[in-house]
Every structure is written in structure tokens, then in C-alpha cells.
């Protein structure tokens, strides 16, 4: 598996552990920071505003209160549960 792919999963695994919790994975985030302060050197200016745009969402999601099952099944129905 390529290291991209890794890196996608572990995003969507600390964004779907930020769906249902409110204390933040700190150092998960501090991982994911480390990771877009590397694709700053080796990446497009298009590529580090999406990331960071990402992380700013996991944070926020972080922040607002824990989703239920019912809640989470209607983000998933209407397409608001994707965070890219």
C-alpha cells in the first residue's frame, strides 16, 4: 500500500473519530499538521489548501457535540458526512 494511501486512511479514520467524540486525537492531529507542513515543500498550493481545509473540519468536528447513529445514517443520505 503507497504511503498516500495510508495517510488517506488514517484522515478518515481521525475524521470518523471525530464524528463521535469531542475530545481531539491530539497526537493524531499533530501528525496530520507535521503531514501538511511536508506537503507545503512538495505539493501544489491547491493541494495544501485542500488539506488544510480538512484538518481545519476534523477540528472543528472535534468541537461540536458527538453525532448519533441516527444522525451520523443522515449525514451519510445526504452527502454532508464527506470531509474532502
Known sequence: MSGEWLALRR???LYADSLVHETA????LVKLNAKI????????STTVQ???KVARKIVNTYLA????F???RDMVNS???DPL
Open 11 to 13: 484522515v478518515v479514520k
Open 25 to 28: 486525537d491530539v497526537a493524531q
Open 37 to 44: 507542513s511536508r506537503m507545503r515543500v512538495l505539493s501544489s
Open 50 to 52: 485542500n488539506a488544510e
Open 65 to 68: 457535540p458527538n453525532k448519533t
Open 70 to 72: 441516527p444522525k451520523l
Open 79 to 81: 452527502g454532508a458526512m
